[in-house]
């Protein structure tokens, strides 16, 4: 089986370190509206601007590309390749950079060097857009692993999704959805 795994939201925990990092941020700045929703990190999470959700992340960026992968990621990603499956990371990463300074191929080779010190393995690495779609065709993926709902909903059209749940994706329903809590949970679906 082709396997398509995101970044973001599903081999790392992407919430957890938007409201811890945020809301000392925001706190620091003398914001002290801090979290009025935990359903995704948002100015309207801290009563912000793009600007300040910009200034925000040119700071936090260089933190949050050196945070621990979810419990189990890797050993599970291992166990899939064992099993015999292809292994896609698929992100979009490298895409919007334009609040700090990192530039995209500086980007791919930190996400590179991430996926190495943390022994995720890989068979292909995609740097998509924000649309994943028109790479999972082209790559003949099977399934897909994702969070981001825009992404669930359109690649649910064509093939299965498990989603890693979030509070931001729990309207994504249907036929080819599949919610997961876990890393292992992920393991015991793709085997089923």
Known sequence: MRIGIDIDGVITNVLEFEIDYASKYFYQQGNLN???????FSKEDFYIDEKSSNE????????????????FASEVINKLKNDGNTIFIITNRASNLSYCD???D????IVIQWL??????????????????D???????DIMIEDDPKNIRTVSNV????????NYNKLC???????????????????E
Request: glycine residues 2%.
């Open 116 to 133: 190495d010190d943390h022994s995720i393995y890989y068979d292909k690495l995609i740097f998509s857009n924000k649309d994943k779609l």
């Open 102 to 104: 990192i530039t995209p």
């Open 159 to 166: 093939i299965p999704v498990i989603c890693y749940n979030a």
């Open 56 to 71: 925000f992340w040119s700071k936090a960026i260089y933190d949050y590309v050196k945070v621990r992968p979810r419990n």
């Open 106 to 109: 500086k980007m791919k080779i």
């Open 34 to 40: 801090i979290i009025k929703s935990k359903l995704d």
């Open 173 to 191: 329903e249907g036929n080819h959805i599949i919610r997961c809590y876990s890393w292992y949970d992920i393991y015991n679906i793709i085997e």
């Open 135 to 141: 790479f999972i065709v082209d790559n003949k993926i």
